[in-house]
């Protein structure tokens, strides 16, 4: 199992690109089961949750072709031969759920493994059901499996949801765009994943109306055609790497980053005294007065705070000026990597959905281990602002969502490298 060696204390300076978003991929690619024409994603980011979504479309009987190195992905669901997503795929990621929608969208009948991915709170699928059921599909859940008919198709329907789902919306956008009549979603979720599907389902010929807003309106057709779509900005990764410079000091560009994606966690920022610009290229942020200065923090859904840059807040939190709050509104359980901060030097409390971090001067480096995909990047940057050597271990959930990162950062001066296996972590624990 591979770990991350850092040394910190080292400012960046230059450029970082911004990859494709893996959780707008994630959700485009189920798209190629609605119709039996090509679907070309452009901009589409290499990562391990990519490819495990291309297994499981390519059990399914879909092709799935990389070109450009696997920044294009040329799909075609011309002749599915099997309807049945199996557990051995779906477990390893929760995104998996979104080719239940298309499936019986389409062919009238699926069988999904329930999913997995990351160990973050309860985090159920029943919306995802809910809406199905609205649309006309009887369901059973057996043996660990969503059994989902609909042999007459779907028929339009309202849709209410009681709290705002990313997946669930996906999914019931995904299957409303073949069910007869009109489908009515409120309470939909807002975040640009969600606007830039609706600009593929478009593309495929889907008649939709307002995404961007709480309801969206979808008027169904008889069938899709193929499509080429980019994949719209990483915001999470574009965030992230926003935060490299904060830490350690100086000045980077983010390739591609647009502010529109990121105003809230912004605002943050410049609260923090983090100063972001808008360049030809794309967002340059700064750090060149002192250390940053704490603010509060509660997640909560676009618009909001993402809650996908709750842990990399708080490492630059770490060691702010003042003590702040974090409130956890999204996810239940998403403190997990605290306790490895506090490894470093951190002065962290939790209790329940909140955190209270008073900064200390600087954090030291220490052997940690990633417990999730946002934690593991967060432990990264701590270290980049961080006094000595650190390793973090378990870094496997971290090619789920971030590509290249040692390259990425290495190239605006971070000493970074990979360690194969676990000895280099036994050594620095030593």
């Known amino acids: 199992m591979d770990s991350i060696l850092i040394t910190g204390g080292t400012p960046l300076n230059g450029a970082i690109p911004i990859a494709g978003a893996k959780n707008a991929c994630l959700t485009l690619m189920p798209a190629t089961l609605l119709s039996d024409e090509p679907l070309t994603l452009t901009n589409a980011p290499r990562l391990s949750d990519i490819h495990t979504m ?19 992905l040329a799909l075609s669901s011309h002749d599915i031969t099997n309807l049945t997503a199996d557990y051995e795929i779906v477990r390893k990621m929760r995104a998996s759920i979104l080719v239940l929608g298309p499936l019986v969208a389409r062919y009238g009948q699926a069988v999904v493994s329930l999913p997995g991915g990351c160990a973050i709170g309860a985090r159920p699928v029943d919306l995802h059901l809910k809406a199905l059921e609205a649309l006309g599909a009887t369901l059973d859940l057996r043996d660990g499996y969503v059994h989902a008919e609909a ?12 709290l705002v789902s990313v997946g669930a919306t996906e999914n019931a956008l995904l299957a409303a765009t073949l069910a007869r009549g009109t489908t009515v979603i409120t309470n939909a979720a807002r975040e640009p994943e969600i606007v830039d599907l609706v600009h593929c389902l478009r593309r495929m010929g889907a008649r939709i109306e307002g995404e961007g807003t709480s309801t969206l309106t979808i008027e169904g057709v008889d069938r899709l055609s193929g499509a080429t779509h980019p994949v719209v900005t990483d915001r999470i990764e574009l965030g992230t790497y926003m935060l490299a410079p904060a830490i350690t000091g100086g000045t980077v560009e983010l390739i591609g980053g647009r502010l529109d994606l990121v105003a809230s966690f912004a605002e943050k920022l410049d609260a923090a005294g983090i100063e972001v610009q808008e360049t030809q290229r794309g967002l340059k942020v700064s750090r060149k007065n002192g250390r940053a200065r704490a603010v509060d923090v509660t997640t909560e859904p676009f618009p909001g705070f993402p809650t996908d840059l709750q842990a990399q807040m708080m490492a630059l939190l770490c060691t702010a000026e003042g003590t702040s709050v974090l409130e956890e509104r999204i996810f239940e359980n998403r403190f997990m990597h605290a306790p490895e901060l506090s490894r470093m030097g951190a002065r962290i409390s939790v209790h329940g959905g909140t955190a209270t971090v008073t900064g200390v001067e600087r954090l030291r480096g220490a052997p940690v281990m990633a417990t999730d995909l946002r934690a593991s990047v967060s432990l990264i940057l701590a270290a980049l602002g961080a006094e000595g050597e650190t390793v973090v271990s378990r870094v496997y959930h971290l090619d789920r969502g971030y590509e290249r990162v040692e390259e990425k950062l290495r190239a605006c001066g971070a000493r970074i490298e990979r360690i194969t296996g676990e000895l280099r972590r036994d050594e620095a624990a030593e």
């Open 54 to 72: 291309t297994t499981l479309l390519q059990s399914l009987g879909a092709e799935v072709t990389r070109l450009q190195g696997g920044q294009v």
């Open 151 to 162: 042999r007459n198709g779907l028929k339009g329907a309202r849709i209410d949801f009681p």
